[in-house]
């Protein structure tokens, strides 16, 4: 019922740059939260910054003052602005929306696919 589409990933060295970008579309009332997460190769998935629709944000330590997390209500959009990149931010990154279906309704959370971001020398 809700598809979210994440786009941006690929390879950079270190110090550069990437922007990631999310879009919900299908069923969608409101949105709640949406986050990103990341899981590296042999290791779980961990959250990397959530935005409420308010505009609250929070990060995870490891990319406090490189990264940065914004959200288009109207577009259902979220985006990952990525700076001073470093190899251990190598991962796959995937979106994640808490979403109701109508005025009243719970929150479902949903995935996106997952975009695979790559920083090596």
């Known amino acids: 019922q809700v598809e979210l589409v994440e786009s941006g990933g690929g390879s950079v060295q270190p110090g550069g740059s990437l922007r990631l970008s999310c879009v919900a579309s299908?069923?969608?009332?409101?949105?709640?939260?949406m986050a990103w997460h990341r899981q590296a190769p042999g290791k779980e998935r961990v959250l990397v910054a959530t935005i409420t629709s308010g505009g609250r944000t929070n990060y995870a330590d490891s990319v406090k003052g490189r990264f940065t997390i914004s959200m288009d209500n109207a577009n259902n959009t979220v985006y990952l602005q990525m700076n001073s990149l470093k190899p251990e931010d190598t991962a796959v990154y995937f979106c994640?929306?808490?979403?109701?279906?109508?005025?009243?309704?719970?929150?479902?959370?949903?995935w996106g696919q997952g975009t695979q971001v790559t920083v090596s020398s």
């Open positions: 299908g069923r969608i009332f409101s949105i709640r939260v």
């Open positions: 994640q929306a808490d979403v109701s279906y109508y005025s009243g309704s719970g929150y479902y959370r949903y």
